[in-house]
């Protein structure tokens, strides 16, 4: 090709984008109303498309019929974890403390356990729920727990986070506060709240997961490419229309924020309380999770379930880029004085959409937005309906009809979008940033679960009165440290700012335990509970539950040698054979470049 015609179409590329910030007039003109209303039409058509085939039993609305090959699978998996917690919270990470949070992010590695290790098994056990697998594991009590904390999760930590996360996004791009609705003036949160509930559980009702599995082909392609291109214009703008000079500024106003490892008595970031930390949260999501695992649970076959944990994780890999820094960007840009920036932590990837892309690009990135919000969204409803469907409402009417599942799992879902928005209030009232709630509130009950999954997998003593008591004691210590965060809320910013200060040395520590003592006094045992770091109490529970079932375990009866069947060990030879035929030399080189990606980030970002 022509070298001239390279550059020329390269020159007119960056000359797009090299447009200097708007300060006032609208977010949106004629050509992002266009595009919203051609990527509208294209959704709908892949939601008619995919309904084509009626759910004909449980099997069909709740695994999409099982058979899901492995691009829908993997694009499922990226699109149902990017929510606009990721949009909103990731990025309001990037602009409060740099790098910190990227651990999260590559711990996405895990998701290859998920292919390796537990498609397989999940796939001979033809489970539909994760608390499935414990009973057949455990006990009927282990699955009950199981799913009621599962729920209780997908309304403390992901719906009602994502729902809240939606309302920064469209408050942000729309620049309105409230609503006129009859002659009646409503919060606009409200408004968003409600519209985007109804509007994604109407289609995730009709069409299960069969059109959610469907609309996340689109979703995460347009996802990826609109995030790029708010990180390619965000660096052109802050360096001048030089990316690399807008790169050597954002590291530059990060400053020691650009590190992952942080200082052993960092107050926040220390590197022995995130590293374990994040990767208990890790393999509890990417391996355990109902709302993760289900979409492998609806492959053909074991091949298409690896391989799309294979395509996760290689999407897992862009978000530190596509999100984080971005968010990162935005701080420097705020510290421009050459540059009309404007934000704060959580609107930041809004911010940038609304003032940076240049007309167009907002039109498609924010569809991207939304459609990321709705896909999350969509996927905490499905596997609402699914847990309470198989696991209560199936035990207590085996011989109910598919169709009666399917009503009993709308009104379920239902319910628990209401409790999700309630919930909202109280995470508006806690002083923390969005995305280090949500993942501290993970950590407070994903230890338990790790530690049964891992020791009913991987040891064949594991019986079930160890699995239940440590299961028990792990929620309970899981949810009186969350009693505590929210107890807690009007002091932690006066704590954690003497910390920083301390470990900052501008203060003393005889004048950290002045300031605190107060408030030591007034609460008590409760401070000593709050007071020790979110992601070293995730490791102490972690220890506790382990500790505690494998010491009831052996001083109990052995479990039925029938259970070993649901264990790592359990395979027949043809199950074994089947499995070994299901994969090949690139399934294993792909895998391989996952992990080397994420040394190759550990080592540059050291």
Known sequence: MNTEVVQSTANKIAGFFNAPPPTQGPVFNYLDWLIVALFVVAMVAIVIYSMKEKAKSGTDYFLSGRDSGWIQIGSSIFSSNIGSEHLVGLAGAGFVSGMAMAHWEMQGWLILILGWVFVPLYDRMKVFTMPEFLELRFSRGSRNILSLLTMASLVLTKMAVTIYAGDVVIRTLLGINSVNIFGFHMDVFWAIALGLAFTTGLYTVLGGLRVIMYTSVLQAPVLIFGSLCILYAGLRVLGHGDLMAGWHATVAAAGQNIHL?????????????????????????????????????????????????????????????????????????????????????????????????????????????????????????????????????????????????????????????????????????LHSNLYVYLQSVQGYLSPAIAVLFILGVFWKRANATGALWAFLVGVVGGFARLAADIYMRNDDTLVNGLKQKLFEHSITQDQYNAAIAPIQAKFGWIFDLWDIHWLYYCQILLVVTAVLMVTISLLTSAPDPKTVRFTFYGATPEEKAATRASWNAMDVVLSAIVVIACVVFYYQFW
Not at 378 to 394: E, H, I, P, V
């Open 261 to 429: 490892i942080r200082a052993i008595n960092d107050p926040q970031w220390s590197w022995a309380a995130v590293l374990p930390g994040s990767a208990i949260i890790g393999f509890w999501y990417w391996c355990t999770d109902q709302y993760i695992v289900q979409r492998v649970l609806a492959g053909k076959n074991q091949a298409h379930s690896r391989r799309g944990a294979i395509l996760a994780a290689f999407f897992k890999l862009t978000p530190v880029f596509i999100f984080l820094v971005p968010g990162m960007v935005a701080y420097a840009l705020t510290k421009d004085p050459a540059i009309s920036f404007k934000t704060s932590g959580d609107a930041a990837y809004t911010s940038l959409v609304a003032q940076i892309l240049p007309h167009g690009l907002r039109g498609l990135v924010a569809c991207a937005m939304i459609v990321a919000l709705m896909a999350s969204l969509g996927s905490k409803f499905n596997a609402s309906a699914t847990l309470f469907t198989m696991d209560f409402f199936r035990e207590w009417y085996p011989n109910a009809s598919g169709k009666t599942e399917v009503v009993v799992g709308r009104i379920a879902t239902t319910a628990i979008v209401i409790m999700g928005i309630c919930w909202v209030l109280v995470i508006k009232s």
